[in-house]
């Protein structure tokens, strides 16, 4: 009889080690499934920064170019169309020629023109614009090198490009090399040009413009409406079975893969509406409807966290049902509401497949200047760097996803901060 106590115990020890040892084993398996997670997200940016990190350099070469205005043929220097008009390509070709006077032949002199870039001449033009006093004197300017001279430049010893450019080519880099007359420099072009076919002269400017136009028309719309929509099911909407259908679906359309949306809206906007492809003003239509179960999940989520009192006080002091929504609910809601159309909008810009559909995938170089320009997106550009045949384009991709992810951490930074920020705990 003494022994049963004692077994007991000991069933019980067994019960309770058993026990805390799958807790301690469901931790385990907890704390390996985080980090792998952190290595593989430690993986990914190791990947694209190393990637992408000379995207944001660009290698140049000194010249010394005489302007002479005769040459030009610029009869008068306070005349911009005359400097606008005139070829500077010449002048270009012969501070370089200068600067190699060995080189003789046709054949070696295109070699040694094609270490620069197509868009020198547009460089010198440009400063001779902004100064018409440079007309006349010699030019030391740094101009921007060709892509296989940028790749070759960048590389640790250059043994993995040679095969783009030749002995000669190599020879004349090393001596440039050797005279500080090839370094490189800051990309601004890379924030400050268009799309371009030549990689050393595109830039994500125009890009990021139709970004900005796009989601503007996203939030435009779809903030008020999903707020509106909310506002209607949680406080006016009659629970039936026709509210039920329409709460089932927004939750659906939240998980409809957004290809979808991108169909719908070019059979209804541009085969039924006939508005342009490839503008802002389609692609933020279409991005509001993706963004909207997003923002009306979580608008109606806001809404339903105000406590019933605060409803039951306002009502009371002789509040109608408009003002204690107005006044008291929304503003209490809005944390929440602010943070999910945050959320919704970092999620829209990171969409690629839907506008594919509308035709936001042309080539454009031209900045757009509105919502009905000709434009693309971030994700957009990053898809057709990728798919582009020139080896530069793997370090454009990977820096436009570089400046695409600080973007969408800042977009989410600023959601996580406005609900702290913002919100009451009741």
């Given at each position: 009889m003494n022994n049963?106590?004692?077994?007991?115990?000991?069933?019980?020890?067994?019960?309770?080690?058993?026990?805390?040892?799958?807790?301690?084993?469901?931790?385990?398996?907890?704390?390996?499934?985080?980090?792998?997670?952190?290595?593989?997200?430690?993986?990914?940016?190791?990947?694209?920064?190393?990637?992408?990190?000379?995207?944001?350099?660009?290698?140049?070469?000194?010249l010394h170019i005489d302007l002479n205005a005769e040459e030009l043929s610029i009869s008068n220097p306070k005349d911009a169309e005359q400097i606008k008009a005139a070829d500077f390509q010449p002048a270009v070709r012969k501070a370089l020629a200068a600067r190699?006077?060995?080189?003789?032949?046709?054949?070696?002199?295109?070699?040694?023109?094609?270490?620069?870039?197509?868009?020198?001449?547009?460089?010198?033009?440009?400063?001779?614009?902004?100064?018409?006093?440079?007309?006349?004197?010699?030019?030391?300017?740094?101009?921007?090198?060709?892509?296989?001279?940028?790749?070759?430049?960048?590389?640790?010893?250059?043994?993995?490009?040679?095969?783009?450019?030749?002995?000669?080519?190599?020879?004349w880099l090393q001596d440039l090399i050797a005279k500080g007359e090839l370094e490189r420099q800051f990309n601004w072009s890379f924030f400050t040009a268009g799309d371009s076919a030549e990689p050393e002269m595109a830039g994500i400017l125009g890009t990021l413009l139709g970004s900005i136009f796009t989601l503007s028309v996203t939030l435009a719309l779809a903030f008020p409406i999903g707020v509106a929509a909310a506002i209607y099911l949680e406080e006016y909407a009659p629970r039936n079975k026709f509210t039920d259908f329409i709460e089932v679906n927004i939750n659906n359309l939240a998980a409809v893969p957004s290809v979808i949306f991108g169909l719908l809206g070019l059979a209804i906007f541009i085969n039924l509406f006939h508005l342009p492809r490839s503008v802002p003003l389609v692609g933020g239509l279409v991005l509001t409807l993706i963004t909207l179960p997003t923002i009306i999940i979580s608008s109606r989520a806001a809404i339903k966290s105000v406590p019933p009192s605060i409803r039951e006080a306002a009502l009371g002091i002789g509040a109608s049902k408009m003002q204690m929504i107005l006044h008291h609910v929304l503003p209490l809601a809005m944390p929440g509401m602010l943070t999910g159309a945050i959320i919704g909008m970092a999620h829209a810009l990171g969409e690629t497949a839907p506008l594919l559909m509308i035709g936001m995938v042309a080539f454009i170089m031209d900045t757009p200047s509105g919502v009905l320009s000709s434009a693309t997106v971030l994700p957009v550009q990053i898809f057709l760097w990728s798919d582009s045949p020139e080896r530069a384009f793997v370090e454009k991709t990977s820096a436009a996803i570089m400046v695409l992810l600080v973007f969408l951490i800042c977009m989410n930074t600023l959601a996580v901060w406005l609900r702290k920020r913002l919100e009451r705990r009741w």
């Open positions: 049963i106590p004692s077994k007991q115990a000991q069933l019980v020890a067994k019960s309770l080690a058993k026990r805390y040892g799958a807790e301690k084993r469901f931790k385990a398996y907890g704390v390996a499934s985080i980090a792998v997670g952190l290595i593989a997200l430690l993986c990914l940016f190791v990947g694209i920064i190393g990637s992408g990190i000379g995207g944001f350099t660009q290698t140049k070469i000194r190699f006077p060995e080189v003789e032949g046709r054949e070696a002199k295109r070699s040694l023109y094609s270490m620069l870039s197509m868009g020198v001449p547009a460089e010198v033009q440009a400063k001779v614009a902004a100064n018409p006093a440079l007309l006349g004197t010699q030019l030391d300017i740094w101009v921007t090198a060709d892509d296989d001279v940028d790749t070759y430049y960048k590389s640790i010893s250059g043994k993995a490009f040679t095969d783009r450019l030749n002995e000669k080519e190599i020879a």
